[in-house]
């Protein structure tokens, strides 16, 4: 096999697990599938050593994330805020499945509105359940500032999703 396939076989076999966590990062599909197609892009260029990492999943999941972050650096004075979630049957359909209560939409909207940073480690940790120490690996920072990121990212998260959710459920 060569290495062309071998990588597209890889990519296709990961491709909705990180379509899921890009959209979390992105708050919209579109930007969640070029992210995903920006890491498999820097994966290919140097797939012979990847393809000898001991944990090909979780070098995919770190390029995702400092992907990301990285975009999200060079274009954060026109970063614009998402008006509402888009629908969910689309390109991840099974997201949220079984919380036909609205919750998902008010908690991606939440997500949304994080910062870039604060957002990824919420996903890393909560969506991907990685450690702290794992998730200051794939972001690149200390394992002190996942905590306080976790900490500031849910108190927030806390607050703005807080009385969306009991409306639902008085509903």
């Known amino acids: 096999m060569s290495d062309e396939d071998e990588f597209r076989e890889f990519a296709a076999s990961r491709q909705k697990q990180l379509l899921r966590s890009a959209y979390l990062l992105c708050g919209n599909w579109h930007s969640a599938e070029d992210l995903v197609q920006t890491a498999f892009g820097q ?6 050593r990847v393809r000898r990492v001991e944990y090909p999943d979780a070098y995919a999941k770190q390029v995702l994330y400092r992907c990301h972050l990285t975009a999200n650096r060079k274009k954060r004075f026109a970063t614009v805020p998402i008006e509402s979630v888009p629908d969910l049957a689309a390109p991840g359909a099974g997201f949220g499945a079984g919380f036909d209560d609205g919750s998902v939409a008010v908690l991606t909207e939440a997500l949304a ?9 919420v996903v890393l940790r909560f ?5 702290v120490a794992q998730t200051a690996e794939a972001l ?13 990212a849910l108190a927030l998260l806390r607050t703005r999703i807080g009385d969306s959710l009991n409306d639902i459920r008085q509903d």
């Open 43 to 48: 994966m290919f260029r140097s797939w012979r």
């Open 113 to 121: 509105r994080l910062p870039d940073r604060a957002r990824a480690v």
């Open 127 to 131: 969506w991907d359940d990685y450690s």
């Open 140 to 152: 690149g920072i200390s394992q002190g500032t996942v905590k306080s990121q976790t900490a500031r």
